[in-house]
């Protein structure tokens, strides 16, 4: 009988050691890893009145300003990825007393890059309406642009309004995707 007990004793502490190591093994065999990643966006945009103190995702303002009278900023573009990113700068005016493009004599721009390290010529900018409040200025000499990983860009914008220009005008810039 002791015998028989001693087996039986034997036989249950491997039955439960095999069910640990087994149980130990599945955990194994089974095991979840997970990761999670943020994505931002590529691009980012701030504007400037004075090519310094640049402020991002935000507006800056421009008081007492008349009819007949320029007015100058900065939009810097820098590329946050490392990789290559092509875009079509967005440039949208919109003022809700009515606009056209007549409501500017000239609107003129020139880009400095970190690739060149210089100041391109300045080149007009021609504009598009959209609707009776809203039109759209092309940006660049060229359709879309290739930013470098890391590259940054400044654009200095100069815009003078006609003599009987009225109203606010608010200037938006976006890096779209091409």
């Known amino acids: 009988m002791k015998r028989t007990s001693k087996i039986i004793a034997v036989l249950a502490v491997l039955i439960a050691g095999s069910m640990i190591a087994s149980g130990a093994l ?16 590529p691009m980012e945009q701030s504007i400037s009145g004075d090519n310094s103190g640049y402020v991002i995702d935000g507006t800056i303002d421009f008081p007492g300003v008349h009819g007949g009278e320029t007015v100058t900023f ?15 700068g967005k440039n949208i005016v919109t003022n809700y007393d009515g606009l056209t493009g007549a409501d500017f004599s000239l609107v003129q721009a020139r880009t400095w ?3 060149t390290g210089s100041w391109t010529e300045w080149y007009t900018l021609t504009a598009t309406p959209i ?22 860009d400044v654009n200095q914008i100069a815009v003078t309004f006609e003599e009987a220009a009225f109203g606010t005008y608010t200037f938006t810039s976006q890096i779209v995707p091409t």
Do not use: D, H
């Not at 599945?26 to 966006?41: A, C, I, K, P, Q």
């Not at 609707?131 to 940054?152: C, D, K, L, R, V």
């Open 26 to 41: 599945l955990t194994y065999l089974s095991g979840t890893v997970t990761t999670t990643t943020t994505v931002s966006s």
């Open 74 to 88: 900065y939009v810097k573009t820098i590329n946050k990825a490392n990789a290559p990113i092509t875009g079509n």
């Open 113 to 115: 890059s970190s690739t």
């Open 131 to 152: 609707n009776s409040y809203t039109i759209s200025f092309a940006y660049g000499p060229i359709p879309s642009i290739t930013w470098e990983a890391g590259q940054t």
